[in-house]
């Protein structure tokens, strides 16, 4: 069982879940039984993710909110007996406080995530707050036998932001070409964000951070920076209207690496892949 501490405190309401407060009040929701799932991220006094608490109560749904996390795989995969988006977001987590502004969550293999995937592993998230600051480190260990193959996998987060107005939110520092995973087809990425309100699915390669602008928020409306780090490098955009939010997701590779090896990552029997990605979060 997860230790309470001054800063981290189990609650019951409005859900079940640890709440992780830093001395300058910034907040982590996390529910560590539910795939690990940060369902809420308070800075500045306000809350910036998007979480659909009702379809969360019911557990044969699909959660809509928060940052699930997508591992071993991003996507689907034809053929393979690994769910959508693979199994991390469906299996419980261990939580551990860092520091005053950091906790951990952690991932091991078990018999059942063998059957369909069988390496041994360890994933850990460390989440770091600071003001208008998530940083999340990710560490991916092969945790097999020396004689034994690398470690494939693709990792991606999937946080839902919430925003007031779709129609009045903007993306800047995406390239201008894109592939929309509807179709599966290369997009010129202006067209897609000019569907937001109709929802879009798309995945580009930036070069630089990507922001999200809200510009309907009140205070002269908010913003999102998603800064990320090579091989956490590629931007997902998912919209779905009505819902007031946008998904903007750092992956490590497109759908389908698994299969096709297309920027797969492999980490050798003993060894230990850290990943990074920072989101910044600010008013006017």
């Keep these: 069982m997860t230790p309470s501490s001054p800063f981290l405190q189990q609650r019951s309401e409005p859900y079940p879940h640890w709440s992780f407060t830093t001395a300058t009040g910034d907040e982590l929701r996390v529910v560590p039984e539910r795939g690990g799932l940060v369902t809420g991220w308070r800075s500045g006094g306000q809350e910036w993710l998007y979480f659909d608490a009702e379809r ?13 996390v997508l591992f071993p795989i991003c996507g689907g995969l034809a053929g393979s007996p690994l769910p959508q988006h693979g199994f991390a977001r469906d299996l419980p987590w261990q939580l551990e406080e860092l520091s005053e502004s950091s906790v951990r969550l952690r991932l091991v ?63 800047e520092g995406l390239p201008e070409h894109c592939f929309d995973h509807i179709p599966m087809a290369e997009a010129a990425t202006a067209g897609q964000l000019e569907r937001l309100t109709t929802g879009v699915d798309f995945l580009a390669h930036p070069s630089s951070a990507v922001r999200l602008v809200d510009a309907a928020a009140p205070s002269g409306g908010r913003w999102i920076s998603m800064e990320t780090q090579a091989p956490l490098d590629l931007a997902v955009v998912w919209t779905e209207p009505p819902r007031p939010m946008v998904c903007l997701e750092p992956w490590t590779a497109p759908r389908g690496a698994m299969a096709s090896g297309d920027r797969l990552l492999q980490v050798p029997p003993g060894e230990t892949l850290e990943l990074a990605c920072t989101y910044r979060a600010g008013v006017g």
Excluded: M, W
């Excluded at 969360?56 to 699930?68: H, L, Q, V």
């Excluded at 991916?140 to 129609?167: C, K, M, R």
């Design 109 to 171: 293999d078990t018999d059942a995530t063998r059957a369909v995937f069988p390496h041994a592993f360890s994933l850990e998230l460390d989440y770091r707050l600071t003001p208008g600051c998530l940083a999340i480190t990710a560490r991916i260990s092969n945790t097999s036998a020396a004689a034994s193959p690398a470690l494939p996998f693709s990792l991606g987060l999937h946080p839902y932001f919430a925003v007031q107005d779709l129609a009045a939110v903007r993306l």
């Design 56 to 68: 969360y109560a019911d557990s044969t749904k699909s959660t809509r909110g928060g940052i699930p």
